[in-house]
């Protein structure tokens, strides 16, 4: 086994660019390094989720769900009784259901949110198969032939 040392190649060259053609480990720490950077790749969207507390009496009042930093102020309103989420147009008019009182965010936690709209299929492009066609052409006729 090679080490570091014989090959003089720090991890810190290795991270930043690709070594030499003649150094073996510097290619293969390289490599493992790409590898190991693409598989902590989050995939999904990241969204920012600020929890909401009353002022007056520190009371927990939801958690708004943006998808940009600085917090706009519309988003999804998550309420901390369990009713459903709903979208709203300005956090900062929403009251707090104790005291009434202004509410502020106390702390703000970066997710990553897998959506089935990501995964959807997006319509191909182009002239459709040649059995597709057909296929459609039979549902047709069949759809006309009942009325």
């Given amino acids: 086994m090679v080490s ?16 030499r053609h003649g150094s073996p480990l510097g290619n293969h720490l390289w490599h493992c390094l790409c590898l190991l950077s693409a598989a902590m790749e989050p995939t999904g969207r990241t969204v920012y989720l600020g929890e ?4 007056l009496c520190g009371h927990l ?11 706009p102020p519309f988003g999804i309103w998550h309420p901390a009784d ?5 979208r709203i147009a300005d956090w900062r008019s929403l009251r707090c259901n104790r005291c009434g009182g202004a509410l502020y965010i106390e702390s703000i936690e970066a997710l990553v949110r897998d959506d089935d709209e990501l995964h959807r299929e997006a319509p191909r492009r ?6 597709l066609v057909e ?4 549902a047709r006729e069949a759809a006309e032939s009942r009325l």
């Fill in 82 to 86: 369990g009713t459903p989420p709903s």
């Fill in 4 to 19: 570091l040392r014989e090959n003089r190649v720090s991890l810190a060259k290795v991270g930043t660019k690709k070594p």
């Fill in 52 to 55: 909401l507390q009353c002022f």
């Fill in 135 to 138: 296929e459609r052409r039979r």
């Fill in 61 to 71: 009042v939801g958690s708004l769900e943006v998808d940009r930093k600085p917090l």
């Fill in 126 to 131: 182009g002239r459709p198969p040649r059995w």
